[in-house]
């Protein structure tokens, strides 16, 4: 399997350093995020599109950071710009655990319920033939650092969503790997991935891609 590989996310498909204080918007370069260590590891054939935006949920409009967080709306304009996709990972439910977002396991699940009903739908399908598509866990959010008021009660649901987002691949027929089980997010701000991180996370998923076929 070789083409256009799509990495849908936030602003850890972003690259996003770990803020030491708010508003820090620093952004590791290309050699440093996962998915270019992924396509790396994946070898020729593959054309890359980094698709982060960090703020990204699975299906909320930000009443902060604005409408265009939310990934339901991204995900169709990204499908539309880039076609055909041969891959497609989705990466998404840490900022849905932001408190204002009264999170849940079950509501972050159905938000990517959303996103893969659209990647599946047969209107994408007859553009994007034959699109497989990876379901990623992020790893789970720690309450720490600048914008721990932002995640109060997160840490709650990290235990349970792996086991949710597997489900929801298995019974919607797509792959599933869950990243909390090679990585953990940064103890400097709980949210993002340290460089070790990033590594670890693209070299282990670009193995799950060559399994797939």
């Known amino acids: 399997m070789t083409g256009t590989l799509l990495a849908f996310g936030d602003s850890n498909t972003h690259g996003t350093v770990p803020m030491k204080m708010r508003g820090d918007v620093a952004r590791y370069g290309p050699e440093i995020r996962w998915p270019r260590v992924m396509a790396a590891g994946l070898g020729a054939g593959w054309h ?15 009443p902060v950071m604005g409408a265009h967080m939310n990934g339901q ?5 990204a499908l539309a710009s880039h076609r055909p996709v041969a891959l497609l990972t989705i990466m998404l439910g840490t900022n849905d655990l932001k408190t204002r977002f009264q999170p849940s396991v079950s509501r972050i699940a159905a938000g990517v319920a959303g996103l893969l009903d659209l990647a599946l739908h047969r209107d994408i399908a007859a553009l994007h033939p034959g699109m497989k598509v990876l379901v990623i866990c992020p790893p789970a959010v720690r309450e720490v650092g600048p914008i721990r008021g932002e995640f109060i009660g997160a840490a709650d649901h990290g235990p349970g969503l792996a086991p949710a987002l597997a489900a929801l691949a298995e019974a919607r027929g797509v792959a599933f790997f869950d990243a909390g089980s090679v990585i953990a997010t940064s103890a400097v701000d709980g949210v993002h ?9 693209g070299e282990a998923l670009a193995g799950v891609i060559g399994a797939m076929g």
Not at 52 to 62: A, E, F, H, M, S
Not at 73 to 77: D, H, M, P, S, V
């Open 48 to 62: 890359l599109v980094e698709e982060g935006l960090p703020g990204r949920t699975t299906q909320w409009d930000d």
């Open 73 to 77: 709306e991204g995900l169709k304009i």
């Open 193 to 201: 991935f340290e460089p070790e991180a990033h590594r670890v996370l």
